[in-house]
């Protein structure tokens, strides 16, 4: 019989459908414990062995991009296009993040929470400074990165290698040999994963709406929705236009070649476990596979444009709970530190939270007052994740076509 398989994306849409039905049926049955103690292992395991490859993925797929653009030169013009496309994408989200906090405020739609301010629980880490946080980039021990999955000094160490086997030319054949046969290794490895995220996807699901359903449905809610209107804008503003203008890419076949991607990310709630499905969308759409081993994995290091917008509305939200009236430079203070903070954030679950933090001392509002919106975080997680890998995946494409164009005119 000749059965046709489902593709990936057609099977992660019918895992979180189903998933979002069998959470619901937990929910109004009490059974969220159930989904709990039985389904959110499954996803524990394929997260475990998503996070499991990041490291090597993040180090082979770097050096590998370099190797293969083969010119530092290039790797330079990549690198700092990719940067530009980053920072410029999230200062927009962050400007979008807060004019619709504001528009929300304005119209008295966030709850007024302030008599839970007292209650509000939240223990920040310790937050370093600029300079001490720039300094700890740079690694001392190469093994101590890859063990505790560094990933900003994971890729300072797999720019050092790639540029110094450029540099040693002839000499380095034996290395540039490992690399390359090592990442078919680990690129087949993914790829096996990778067909796992179905089950990943609808278990993670059912568990998230069965156990957190009564937070949808509760007074946060349009907190939440505030963010995800500004995910779907900056989504459909930003990516949809910087596509279609610098790469001729048609928006719907972008956001249609990238839904495996934004799906998982979505459930994984981590833009470093989705790198590897990122860059089956990212091959999907035609993206150089040097520039998308080289962008990808940057991305989803330093490139969060909805944890941006995220950082935004919970700044201006909790301000309001605080019953203070931001300023206008207390608000590019937001613009600012938001950005540096997505940057600084890691790609795992919940490190956006973590970083609001910094935003909140920026404008000199008391940190433990996140604790007023550290129960839905995941919810605010699953839409900011999303976000933050299409914004890679966009950025791959649009620098690819740069790329692309400036080979082209240089061979004329
Ligand atoms: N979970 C996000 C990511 O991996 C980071 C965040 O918490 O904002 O992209």
């Not at 959110?40 to 490859?53: E, Q, T």
């Not at 989705?274 to 969308?281: A, N, Y």
Request: net charge neutral; hydrophobic share 55%.
């Amino acid at each position: 019989m000749n059965r046709k398989k489902l593709s990936l994306p057609m099977r992660i849409l019918i895992a979180l459908v189903l998933g979002v039905v069998v959470g619901l049926v937990c929910y109004f049955t009490d059974n969220a414990a159930f989904t709990e103690n039985w389904l959110k292992p499954f996803g524990d395991i394929f997260v475990n062995l998503l996070k499991f490859i990041v490291v090597p993925v993040v180090l082979l797929s770097m050096i590998d991009g370099i190797l293969s653009m083969d010119d530092m030169r290039k790797v330079g013009s990549v690198g700092i296009k990719t940067v530009l496309y980053f920072l410029c994408t999230t200062a927009v989200a962050c400007v979008i993040g807060l004019i619709l906090a504001n528009i929300f405020k304005g119209a008295g739609l966030f709850p007024d929470l302030s008599g839970q301010l007292g209650s509000a629980e939240y223990t920040p880490s310790e937050y370093a400074g600029l300079m001490a946080t720039i300094v700890a980039i740079f690694p001392t021990n190469m093994w101590e990165s890859f063990r505790t999955a560094n990933m900003l000094q994971v890729i300072v160490i797999a720019l050092f290698l790639g540029g110094a086997m450029l540099a040693a030319g002839e000499k380095s054949k034996l290395c540039r040999d490992f690399v390359a046969s090592a990442y078919s290794v680990i690129e087949r490895l993914m790829h096996f994963i990778i067909n796992l995220a179905p089950i990943g996807v609808f278990t993670y699901m059912a568990w998230v709406v069965a156990s957190q359903g009564a937070e949808i449905l509760g007074h946060l809610a349009l907190v939440l929705l505030c963010a995800y209107i500004g995910y779907i804008a900056h989504g459909l503003l930003v990516y949809s236009s910087t596509v279609k203008l610098f790469a001729g890419v048609n928006p719907l076949t972008f956001f249609r070649k990238a839904s495996p991607a934004m799906l998982f990310a979505f459930t994984s709630t981590s833009s470093a476990a989705t790198l590897p499905v990122s860059k089956e969308c990212a091959d999907d759409l035609g993206v150089n596979s040097d520039v998308a081993s080289f962008v990808l994995p940057l991305g989803s290091t330093i490139n969060m444009d909805g944890t941006a917008i995220y950082q935004c509305v919970a700044a201006v939200f909790i301000a309001s709970c605080a019953n203070m009236d931001l300023t206008l430079s207390q608000m590019v203070l937001i613009v600012v530190t938001a950005t540096l903070a997505s940057v600084g954030t890691a790609g795992v679950s919940g490190a956006g939270m973590i970083m609001l933090a910094m935003v909140l001392e920026a404008i000199n509002i008391p940190v433990a007052y996140i604790g007023l919106i550290v129960a839905v975080d995941r919810l605010f997680d699953m839409g900011r994740t999303c976000l933050n890998v299409s914004g890679d995946i966009a950025c791959s494409v649009c620098v690819s076509a740069m790329e692309r164009r400036k080979e082209a005119a240089r061979k004329k």
